[in-house]
Nanobody, 113 residues
């Protein structure tokens, strides 16, 4: 089994920054993809960013140029640096690890003045 624990969410004003962290533990595959998804009530969960163990990164168009994903393979940790935050970035952010489709419990990000 794999466990994922997110941290770093909170309330921030528009234009501000937050840094989300996700730490994985358990039987983590040597090659994997760790990423971030987000969800608002009434909408589907959407992919935000992901990064593989070999460094391949993907971003949603809506966050390109504002969010940066990075990871520390030795620590099974993935970081999402979020800058220039907008009210529409408000959501619960979830960490995901594949293969195996493991999810964290989520951390709430609220962007509001």
């Amino acid at each position: 089994q794999v466990q994922l624990v997110e941290s770093g969410g909170g309330l921030v004003q528009p234009g501000g920054s937050l840094r989300l962290s996700c730490v994985g533990s358990g039987s983590i595959p040597r090659y994997n993809v760790m990423g971030w998804y987000r969800q608002v009530p009434g909408k589907q969960r959407e992919s935000v960013a992901a990064m593989s163990t070999v460094g391949i990164k993907t971003y949603a168009d809506s966050v390109k140029g504002r969010f940066t994903i990075s990871r520390d393979n030795a620590k099974n940790t993935v970081i999402l640096q979020m800058n220039s935050l907008k009210p529409e970035d408000t959501a619960v952010y979830y960490c995901k690890l594949s293969p195996g489709e493991y999810w964290g419990k989520g951390t709430l990000v609220t962007v509001s003045s």
